[in-house]
C-alpha cells in the first residue's frame, strides 16, 4: 500500500523557519498534486499549500509570502519551507497525494500520520 511519512516538526520560537519533509512508498502510477493541510483540536483541517504535477502552487492567505511548497517527483518527495513562523501556526502538519495506484484506477487521496509543529517562546 501506498504510506506517506513526514518529518521535519519541532518547537520553534516566532520568527523562526522549518522545513517539513515528506515522502510517499508503495506502488504509484502517477502522482497528481502535493499538498499540506494542518489541524488543530475542534477546527476542521486546513488546506495550508499545494502543488500540481505542472508545478502550479496555490497557498492559504494567512502563509502567503511566508511558506514555500516544492517537490522532488523521482524522489517522491514534497516539502514546506516555513518562514516567519507565527503562534498561530501551531498545529499538526499533515502531508496529502492524489495519485493513482496503477493505470486505470482512478485517483486518490494519500495521508500522512501529521508531525507537530509548535511555535511559541
Known amino acids: 500500500q501506498v504510506q506517506l511519512v513526514e518529518s521535519g516538526g519541532g518547537l520553534v520560537q516566532p520568527g523562526g523557519s522549518l522545513r517539513l519533509s515528506c515522502v510517499a512508498s508503495g506502488t504509484i502510477f502517477s502522482i497528481y498534486a502535493m499538498r499540506w493541510y494542518r489541524q488543530a483540536p475542534g477546527e476542521q483541517r486546513e488546506l495550508v499549500a499545494a502543488i500540481s504535477s505542472s508545478g502550479s502552487q496555490n497557498y492559504a492567505d494567512s502563509v502567503k509570502g511566508r511558506f514555500t511548497i516544492s517537490r522532488d517527483t523521482a524522489k517522491k518527495m514534497v516539502y514546506l519551507q516555513m518562514n516567519s513562523l507565527k503562534p498561530e501556526d501551531t498545529d499538526v502538519y499533515y502531508c496529502?497525494?492524489?495519485?493513482?495506484?496503477?493505470?486505470?484506477?482512478?485517483?486518490?487521496?494519500?495521508w500522512g500520520q501529521g508531525t507537530q509543529v509548535t511555535v511559541s517562546s
Open positions: 496529502n497525494m492524489n495519485a493513482r495506484r496503477e493505470i486505470g484506477v482512478v485517483p486518490r487521496d494519500y
